[in-house]
């Protein structure tokens, strides 16, 4: 078993292996240490022992790529220089002759579009505007200020709709701020942009950073990857959907080994069959479901994860003083505003309330459920390389069906170029449409396919997906149980 997550221990390695011949080792040896207590990963040809590193700096998200070649992803999430921590993991070089799942053409791939990363950082595309985020805090700041004074300084019930529905759109455009400055697309310093991300993410939201970091951060990693059982943790937590929501057939039926007669049960055969029409109302509530692991998160009161549950109790918060002071004075603010300032009944606040949360939840996984639901899924054995793995999982947003670029660019904050974003996240949403260019030409010149919709189009196309997979199961589930 590995021993990667004692540093000293990765001291002595690296000097032993400095003052010796270097070890060598096999893909197939790599493979063997997949799990956070044996996790071995490969970065340019090199092998580093990463066990039980639960001190990573970005979580548990390392174990993602334990027994895997992590070089591009880590790329994808590094500032230059990182590579300098990595020293004290490291155990010995890759023989590159024992990888025989790439052919020659695999590998030039994999040189084509490291080269055109590297072009765009002479480029400058990963430099961010001040001016531009200094624009979109103060209209983000314009638009809770006017939804505050709509209930401070007038009476109508029209005016408290409107109120609640431009709250609702505020909260989705923290999102989209909280994203960028969490991904460090705004400043060299993280520590910055994780400061800045509390303000938009535990105080304007009431969502917890480190909750988000450590979800979100799992997905970019392994986006649209099947867990490999019912209770592991090892896939995309956007998609660990069940028992509301199933994205393949495999998922559809996972829950199966939770049972002792391996059936499904009443509850989950009624919701897979009717997935088609219950995502919608399931979207309406995910902001509570959000508030609620966040408020779990901040005060220690659980984990929304195994995965999660693991990093709190190896690392704790981060900055657990301001997560819980932000969360705090979120829903100081937010029970005034719901309340009118002491004006309104407890129903009529209520129903303000949940008219900005629904209407937020909606809004929020409209955007993010089109970049990726509907597309390809992967098991974690079967998955392809960084590049076609986070484009062939994406769907990019296009103006359409009346509703012009312009306003699918503002709605979306940045996700309309969902590919791009996942290829490289760190790049600055300002810079993302010239970024567009590049990507769509080089994916032309190797034969990579990526998809775009516009908002009525990627809609339709995940309902579909959703019904398809009920239509499946449903057939499978005649088949293998005829006497149901």
């Known amino acids: 078993m590995g021993k990667g997550g004692d540093a000293k221990i990765g001291r002595k390695v690296s000097a032993s292996a400095s003052s010796k011949e270097v070890q060598k080792y096999t893909w197939a040896e790599v493979k063997k240490h997949i799990t956070p207590e044996d996790a071995w990963v490969v970065y340019q040809n090199k092998v580093y022992d990463v066990s039980n590193w639960h001190e990573h700096p970005g979580g548990a998200v390392v174990f993602a790529h334990a027994g895997d070649d992590m070089t591009d992803i880590f ?6 220089g990182s590579q300098a921590m990595m020293k004290k993991f490291y155990i010995g070089d890759l023989i590159p002759e024992s ?23 002479m480029m400058g595309m990963f430099k961010s505007s001040k001016l531009y985020y200094a624009y979109k805090c103060s209209f983000n700041m314009a638009m809770w200020a006017r939804a505050v004074a709509m209930v401070y300084f007038s009476d109508s019930l029209a005016m408290h709709v409107g109120s609640a529905l431009l709250l609702g759109l505020f909260w989705q455009q923290c999102g989209w701020l909280a994203h960028d400055f969490l991904h460090h697309q705004v400043f060299k310093q993280r520590k910055y942009g994780d400061l800045v991300g509390i303000f938009w993410g535990d105080l304007m939201q009431g969502y917890s950073m480190q909750w988000w970091k450590n979800k979100h951060n799992g997905h970019h990693a392994v986006p649209n990857l099947h867990n490999s059982s019912a209770v592991s943790q090892d896939g995309d937590p956007d ?3 069940m028992p509301l929501l199933a994205w393949s057939l495999k998922q559809a039926q996972s829950f199966r080994e939770l049972r002792a007669d391996g059936k499904d049960s009443p509850f989950v055969k009624f919701m897979i069959r009717w997935q088609a029409f219950t995502y919608f109302p399931i979207l309406l509530l995910a902001r509570l479901s959000w508030l609620n692991e966040s408020f779990k998160t901040a005060y220690g009161l659980g984990a929304s994860s195994e995965n999660a549950k693991l990093e709190m109790q190896r690392k704790g918060l981060q900055y657990p003083l301001l997560e819980r002071a932000g969360v705090a004075m979120h829903w100081a603010w937010v029970v005034a505003l719901s309340s009118g300032f002491g004006r309104f009944s407890v129903a009529y606040s209520l129903a303000y309330f949940l008219t900005a949360t629904c209407s937020c939840g909606l809004f929020l996984a409209l955007v993010f459920g089109l970049g990726h639901n509907g597309m390809a899924t992967y098991d974690a054995t079967t998955r392809p390389d960084f590049w076609k793995l986070q484009v062939t999982t994406t769907r990019n947003i296009t103006g359409g069906h009346g509703f012009p670029q312009f ?7 940045g996700l309309q170029y969902q590919v791009d974003h996942h290829l490289f ?19 032309k010149e190797w034969g990579v396919k990526y998809h775009e919709a516009d908002l009525v189009e990627g809609t339709v196309e995940v309902l579909q997906h959703l019904q398809k997979v009920s239509d499946d199961f449903i057939v499978d589930m005649v088949k293998e149980f005829p006497a149901m």
């Open 75 to 80: 790329a994808a999430f590094h500032a230059q």
């Open 99 to 121: 990888v025989t799942h790439k052919d020659q053409r695999q590998l030039d791939f994999e040189k084509g579009y490291r080269d055109l990363r590297a072009k765009l950082v």
């Open 239 to 241: 998609i660990d959907t």
């Open 407 to 413: 306003f699918v660019d503002w709605l979306c904050g």
């Open 425 to 443: 996240p760190m790049m600055p949403r300002h810079n993302l449409a010239k970024c567009h260019k590049l990507v769509e030409s080089f994916c």
